[in-house]
Structures are given as structure tokens and as C-alpha cells.
């Protein structure tokens, strides 16, 4: 969705901050103050968008928790073991997918709590509609086959990020 031609499927990002600015301005009307930010709470395919909107908007996002997001949260890095990481596996073409740069200042400002089942075999990264076989083709041999498997890796790049991040892997 944040490359395609098809209007209506086009940037679900940026359709969520015009519904959230459209609730903001209702609410100021009616006297509510608001707070700039949101919370994001997903899990699974909401665990995915909510996980991408925040390295997209993080200026946006007063905390996040991702659930089982997909099989993989997004790297907040451009390379991983001298392999690059595109969008979404991580952020090496962000400013040609999304027309900006990760703002991994205002990133380490949002805490995230990124959470796992044990045993949770559902991931997104085998199938055509969330990662593209480019994508899977680098990610299941350098990553891991299963999303238990890349947990570790993942927990790593966000804490190297200095992000404020807290994995659990629960049983």
C-alpha cells in the first residue's frame, strides 16, 4: 500500500491522521482537549500497521504495543550482517517508500511494547500480501524460519537502535 497506483488502497498512514485530525477538531469543538499523540495497540496484521506507523509517524505515537506483528517487527536499521534491509524488513528505502527518513530521534521518545506467544507459528512473512518473495528470500535464512526464531535478532536491533522497547515472549 505505500508504493501502489490505486488510489483508495494508497497510504493507510496517512488516511489514519486525517481521521485522527478530523476527530481532534471535532473534539476541540466541543471543548476536549487532546493530546498531540496516540496510542497504537495491534496484534497480528494491527500489530504489523501499528509496528510500521510508528517508525513512519513517530512524532504521532505516544506509546505502541505490537502483538505478534507479522512474524517480524520492522528493523530499525538499513542492514543487517552486510544484507540490506528494505521497507519493511527494515528502513534502508524508507525516504523512497514513505518520502522521508527515519526520525529515530523522535523514535527513542516512544515506548514500545513488542509481545509473542512461544509457540505462535502465524507469520506473514511466508505469504505474497505482506512481504514480497525478495523480501522472504533474504529474511528466512538470515532471520530465522519461524517468528520465534527471529525474536532474538529483532529484540537486538531495537535495543542497538536505543529505542525504548520492551520484548516479551510470553508461554
Do not use: C
Given at each position: 500500500?505505500?508504493?501502489?497506483?490505486?488510489?483508495?488502497?494508497?497510504?493507510?498512514?496517512?488516511?489514519?491522521?486525517?481521521?485522527?485530525?478530523?476527530?481532534?477538531?471535532?473534539?476541540k469543538g466541543e471543548g476536549v482537549k487532546m493530546d498531540k499523540r496516540v496510542l497504537l495497540n495491534g496484534f497480528s496484521a494491527q500489530g504489523m500497521f501499528a509496528n510500521r506507523f510508528t517508525?513512519?509517524?513517530?512524532d504521532?505515537?505516544?506509546?505502541a504495543a505490537i502483538g505478534s506483528p507479522g512474524g517480524w517487527p520492522i528493523a530499525p536499521a538499513a542492514t543487517y550482517k552486510e544484507k540490506t534491509l528494505r521497507y519493511p524488513i527494515g528502513v534502508a528505502d524508507l525516504k523512497k517508500v514513505s518520502g522521508k527518513e527515519l526520525d529515530l530521534?523522535?523514535?527513542?521518545?516512544?515506548?514500545?511494547?513488542?509481545?509473542?506467544g512461544d509457540k505462535d507459528d502465524n507469520d506473514?512473512?511466508?505469504?505474497?500480501?505482506?512481504?514480497?518473495?525478495?523480501?522472504?528470500?533474504?529474511?528466512?535464512?538470515?532471520?530465522?524460519?519461524?517468528?520465534?526464531?527471529?525474536?532474538?535478532?529483532?529484540?537486538?536491533?531495537y535495543q542497538q537502535a536505543g529505542l525504548i522497547a520492551e520484548f516479551k515472549l510470553y508461554p
Amino acid at each position: 500500500s505505500m508504493v501502489t497506483e490505486k488510489n483508495e488502497y494508497a497510504r493507510p498512514d496517512l488516511q489514519l491522521i486525517a481521521m485522527i485530525d478530523d476527530a481532534r477538531g471535532r473534539l476541540k469543538g466541543e471543548g476536549v482537549k487532546m493530546d498531540k499523540r496516540v496510542l497504537l495497540n495491534g496484534f497480528s496484521a494491527q500489530g504489523m500497521f501499528a509496528n510500521r506507523f510508528t517508525f513512519l509517524h513517530p512524532d504521532r505515537v505516544k506509546a505502541a504495543a505490537i502483538g505478534s506483528p507479522g512474524g517480524w517487527p520492522i528493523a530499525p536499521a538499513a542492514t543487517y550482517k552486510e544484507k540490506t534491509l528494505r521497507y519493511p524488513i527494515g528502513v534502508a528505502d524508507l525516504k523512497k517508500v514513505s518520502g522521508k527518513e527515519l526520525d529515530l530521534k523522535a523514535l527513542r521518545t516512544v515506548p514500545l511494547f513488542v509481545y509473542l506467544g512461544d509457540k505462535d507459528d502465524n507469520d506473514s512473512v511466508v505469504f505474497g500480501d505482506s512481504y514480497d518473495d525478495e523480501d522472504r528470500e533474504l529474511m528466512l535464512p538470515l532471520l530465522g524460519q519461524k517468528p520465534v526464531d527471529r525474536w532474538e535478532t529483532a529484540r537486538t536491533l531495537y535495543q542497538q537502535a536505543g529505542l525504548i522497547a520492551e520484548f516479551k515472549l510470553y508461554p
